[in-house]
């Protein structure tokens, strides 16, 4: 949830073995590090339908996000956050849902650490499936479909409007295309980025 910056600076080498090159200026960077696994990434959303639960005649409305942002916790494990919430509120600690790939299975569990404020219900079980095909243009290129499927779960914003509790339903499926070239060894340079 947090943002975190690395700084670096490459200085001399005290034994005057290496020397930073002065003309190129090139001796600080800001890192954004940003871990990644096999289900981390963006995601297409339009399949994921929002609507609002017990708002009246606002009920009918759907809400959609184009993409959904998901980041990586460990190797089986990633999280998003509920309904429209992105990384530009500043509370999104409180939405940020949890997706646990139960390995050698296709069960996807979902969870929320803040159930007990914001409301968060799973109303059935969500499922993966993952689909691997080589790419017929170039062949050394491997496109990797991950899905996830039968989400449906329910929460409350209670901190966009104050005072109020603002109880949404969304349900769906998720999908996401990664290309990932063969013939590169790295794992993280093989995939090729948006």
Known sequence: VDKWVLPLTIEDDPNGEYTPNYRKHY???????MPFNDYSGTYGGTNLQGKLVDAGAGENEPLVKSQ??????????????????DESRQDRRNYKIIAHFVPNTNIVELTCENSANNGFKINTQASSYIEEEMDPIRPYLLKRTTMIRDINYEFEDYTLAP??????????????QRNINTQIPDK?????WD
């Open 27 to 33: 001796r600080k960077a800001l890192l954004r590090v």
């Open 68 to 85: 959904i942002t998901t980041y990586a916790i460990d190797d089986e494990t990633i999280f998003f956050y509920a309904g429209t919430i």
């Open 163 to 176: 005072g109020a509790r603002i109880k949404f339903q969304f349900e769906g499926t998720i999908s996401m």
């Open 188 to 192: 993280d340079q093989a995939i090729e």
